[in-house]
Each structure stands twice: as structure tokens, then as C-alpha cells.
């Protein structure tokens, strides 16, 4: 009995390789574009809840709070506008005169505007 014989030895030739590397580009190029597309979401995102918070707080120095009292307060009641779809929860809190809205929106993350 004699020993089996090898496979021949495969050659790639240059049109499988250019197939590969273009290959290769695309997925990289989806990734990129992915992450840039991820990216610019939670900007955006963010970028909404900032803007609701910068006007509560606005809104809250019209106000003219007292310097000698603090409180808080559900920022739809003073802008009497719904909450952005993003955020799960605003209020503002005056301390000692200064306003400043805590905003928690989704994925647990907090944002805190003041003026």
C-alpha cells in the first residue's frame, strides 16, 4: 500500500486577490459608516434634551426664583410643552436662586443644564 499523495498546491491568482481586497474595503467602509451613523444618532439625540433643558431653565430665570427658597419642578409644567421623546424625565432645580434642569433620557444617561 503506498502513502496517499498531497493535494496540489493551490495558486490565487491576482483577479481572487483584487475580489478579497474589495471584499475586505466594503466591510470596513460598513463598519465606518455604521459607527459615523451611531454616532451622529446620539448627538442628535442629545443635542434635543440640551435644547428642552437650556429653555427650562430659561424659562425658570423669567421666573425670577428667590434667592432665599429652593424647590423643584416637572419641566413640562413650566414650559408647558411635552417632554422630547428621548427624555424620560426633566426637573428643575432652584437652589438658592440658581435654576438648573436634570434631565434623564434613555440609556440611563443624565444631563445636567444650567445657565
Given amino acids: 500500500m503506498s502513502p496517499p499523495t498531497p493535494p496540489p498546491a493551490r495558486t490565487i491568482t491576482d483577479a481572487q ?17 455604521t459607527i459615523g451613523l451611531l454616532v451622529a444618532t446620539f448627538s442628535f439625540q442629545g443635542r434635543a434634551a440640551r435644547e428642552y433643558g437650556s429653555r427650562a431653565v430659561q424659562a425658570a430665570i423669567a421666573s ?3 434667592p432665599s427658597i429652593s424647590y423643584e419642578q416637572p419641566c413640562a ?28 433620557v ?6 445636567r443644564v444650567t445657565k
Fill in 17 to 33: 486577490r483584487k475580489s478579497t481586497f474589495r471584499t475586505f474595503l466594503w466591510i470596513l467602509g460598513g463598519f465606518v459608516a
Fill in 106 to 111: 434613555e440609556g440611563g444617561r443624565q444631563y
Fill in 77 to 104: 409644567d413650566l414650559l408647558n410643552m411635552p417632554l422630547p421623546d428621548t427624555v424620560d424625565k426633566c426637573v428643575i432645580r432652584v437652589m438658592s436662586g440658581a435654576p438648573e434642569a436634570i434631565l434623564d
Fill in 64 to 66: 425670577k426664583p428667590s
